[in-house]
């Protein structure tokens, strides 16, 4: 085999080209160097993709990873802002990484046919996860899983979202998403453990402004924290 048809992808870019279906039409954006997609190419999982960035210099070294790995024929190229240089027909599977949960939010806003029906969205928010949930409960959305992932010392969180509705959810879920007894994810006792930790600092920090506005805030965190704690107690539980 071609040495330039092998390598292998970080922890974090693979658990989206995990979640990412055989014969997908797939669009990758923020795409960047392009190695997911590449890759995805390269492994025979998809045919083809349709990668974006908004800046040319990211889109440049898209360009000169696929060129190396000879699969530039295979990907089409787009200089744009989200989704808005791509068309509803190009892409059934996108996956959105690399950037906060409110600037995806917003790529989504922008793009409502990635809600159509037989659509998959693979997003990693790098911040503002709890923004995003809540969001994607509130237009529509269905989480169908979340995949935790550790690179370094950073945990991160992998969702794979359909369209669909979901039943209510509480300010800690917004922050942790759901869990159920059984389910695969040896790193969520120290994800919840992680963002028990911040809730608390947060309600801290709160609690001691002076601010009459924050006083709802302090009480909002409060809830998130002592919701959090209840999850961690239940999932500490379901491992004895």
Known sequence: MNRLRVYELSPRLQSVADLVPEGARFADVGTDHAYLPVWLVLQGKIERAVVSDLREGPLNRAR???AHYEVEEKLSFRLCDGLAGISPDEADTIS???????????????APWA??????????????QEQLRAWL????FRIRQEVLTQEGRTVYVTLLVVPGEEGPY???EAWAGRQHQGMDAPLRGQYL????????AAAAGVVRSSKPEDAARAKELEEVAAGLRQMREEWNAWQL
């Open 193 to 200: 453990e992680k963002l028990l930790r911040r809730a608390e």
């Open 170 to 172: 509480t300010p800690a």
């Open 96 to 110: 959105i990484a690399g950037m906060g949960g409110e600037t995806i939010a917003e790529i989504l806003t922008a």
């Open 115 to 128: 809600g159509q029906e037989g659509r998959r969205l693979i997003l990693q928010p790098m911040t503002a």
């Open 137 to 140: 409960w509130d237009h529509g």
């Open 64 to 66: 000169q990873t696929a």
